[in-house]
């Protein structure tokens, strides 16, 4: 890859959800988060969330034996793919025209 230029993957894009978590628990973070600023760390509600799900991917994969992550990782690549090829067709088709 370049020093400027990298490749877009499909994994990059981002879902919005939403989760009820108690009270105490999400004020504890906020109140860490705020205090971990002072010591020059910073605490991400996002990273936090993403980083739980991940590993409750992978405790279930140790239970089931399927690696549900790399399914969907494996699913997202051939569908960017799928989708690149189309725009590069596009592209090419225009080009000759």
Do not use: H
């Amino acid at each position: 890859m370049g020093k400027y230029v990298t490749k877009n993957q499909k994994a990059d894009e981002k879902r919005v959800v939403s989760v009820r978590i108690r009270r105490p628990v999400f004020e504890a973070f906020r109140s860490a988060s705020i205090a971990a600023k002072d010591f020059g760390y910073s605490m991400s509600l996002s990273l936090v969330f993403e980083t739980a799900m991940e590993d409750a991917v992978s405790e279930f994969k140790e239970i089931s034996g399927i690696d549900y992550k790399d399914i969907a990782k494996t699913e997202l690549d051939r569908k960017w793919e799928n989708k690149y090829k189309t725009s590069k067709k596009a592209l090419k088709g225009k080009s000759q025209s």
